[in-house]
Every structure is written in structure tokens, then in C-alpha cells.
Nanobody, 127 residues
Framework: QLQLVESGGGLVQPGGSLTLSCEGSGYTLENYVIDWFRQAPGKKREGVSCISRRGGFTNYADSVKGRFTISRDNAKNTVYLQMNSLQPEDTGVYYC????????????????????WGKGTLVTVSS
């Protein structure tokens, strides 16, 4: 069974940057589209970004477009989320999720379409 572990969260000031990592074990991540979701306090979990199996296609929520960059290193079985110009509204628990697919593209989907989840890492943006 695929296991996902997120890391890299923490406290950062507005305007700062963080890079989150999602490391897979048990199976190679190359067979999966990887999504990042986040859940702010008191709100529903929302999709942030996704990346295709080989990294050639990415998609972003409008709220993070131009500030966040998703990437992957399949040799390291790891997906990254580089977050720049962070704002207080980016605060939340960030989860990575995997969905098995034969597609070489990436379209953001609902959380119900995910096959595996990590336990999340907390990002707090505050001065």
C-alpha cells in the first residue's frame, strides 16, 4: 500500500516562503497523479495543485496561481510544493494525495477521487 508523508510546514511571516515535501513509500509515485489539498480552520478541504505522473502537466487553484509551484522527483519518490508570497489566508493543514491513473495529464479533482492520503503538515502564516 502506498504511504505518503508530508513535511516542511511551519510558521512563516506574510510574504515569506516555504517548500513542502510529500514522500511516498511502498510503491513508486510515478504511477500516480499527486495532488496537494489544504484545509483552513473551520473550512472545507480544497484542492491547491496537481501534477501529472511524469511532471509534464500541472494545475493550480486560482488562489495560488503564480505563487505556488508543484514539482516532482520520481527518482526520489517525492513531490514538492514551493510556496511563495504566503499570506494569512494560506494558513491551514496541507495534505498530499495520490490517485492512480494511466493518463499523462493532470486535471484537478475532488478529494473523493483520491486513492491515498498523507496525514498533513501545518502551515501558519502570521506576523
Amino acid at each position: 500500500q502506498l504511504q505518503l508523508v508530508e513535511s516542511g510546514g511551519g510558521l512563516v511571516q506574510p510574504g515569506g516562503s516555504l517548500t513542502l515535501s510529500c514522500e511516498g513509500s511502498g510503491y513508486t509515485l510515478e504511477n500516480y497523479v499527486i495532488d496537494w489539498f489544504r484545509q483552513a480552520p473551520g473550512k472545507k478541504r480544497e484542492g491547491v495543485s496537481c501534477i501529472s505522473r511524469r511532471g509534464g502537466f500541472t494545475n493550480y487553484a486560482d488562489s495560488v496561481k503564480g505563487r505556488f509551484t508543484i514539482s516532482r522527483d520520481n527518482a526520489k519518490n517525492t513531490v514538492y510544493l514551493q510556496m511563495n508570497s504566503l499570506q494569512p489566508e494560506d494558513t491551514g493543514v496541507y495534505y498530499c494525495a495520490a490517485r492512480r491513473t494511466l493518463s499523462n495529464m493532470c486535471v484537478m479533482r475532488s478529494e473523493v477521487d483520491m486513492d491515498y492520503w498523507g496525514k498533513g503538515t501545518l502551515v501558519t502564516v502570521s506576523s
